[in-house]
């Protein structure tokens, strides 16, 4: 299970982007680039940020609703990370608060 994985419901994971290696530094950049886009089978892939908050902040058995694409404009607030653009940093999510990470420096 990646770091910062949650699972809810029967089998669905709010899980942080794939990595290539066990190790900071070494993550998708192009998996990164589709968030907000559907790119798996019911996971909602999100970014280091976010998984990291809800594993900190929401204890087990947190309602979790999962609210329909085609939701009226507006009732659900969009929040997509900027795509990263700075190729001096490949491999590192630039919501990563790891002190290692370059966009921390």
Not at 28 to 48: E, M, T
Not at 55 to 72: L, M, R, W
Not at 95 to 104: A, K, L
């Amino acid at each position: 299970t990646p770091q910062y994985a949650t699972s809810f419901s029967s089998g669905y994971l709010f899980p942080p982007i794939p990595y290539k290696k066990k190790n900071a530094g070494t993550m998708s950049n192009a998996s990164y680039d589709k968030l907000g886009n559907p790119a798996s089978s019911g996971c909602i892939r999100l970014c280091f940020r976010d998984t990291k908050w809800i594993y900190d902040t929401c204890p087990i058995g947190t309602p979790v609703h999962v609210v329909d694409e085609n939701a009226p404009a507006g009732s659900v607030p969009e929040i997509i990370p900027e795509r990263i653009k700075d190729t001096a940093h490949n491999g590192w999510d630039p919501t990563d608060d790891s002190p290692e990470s370059p966009y921390n420096k």
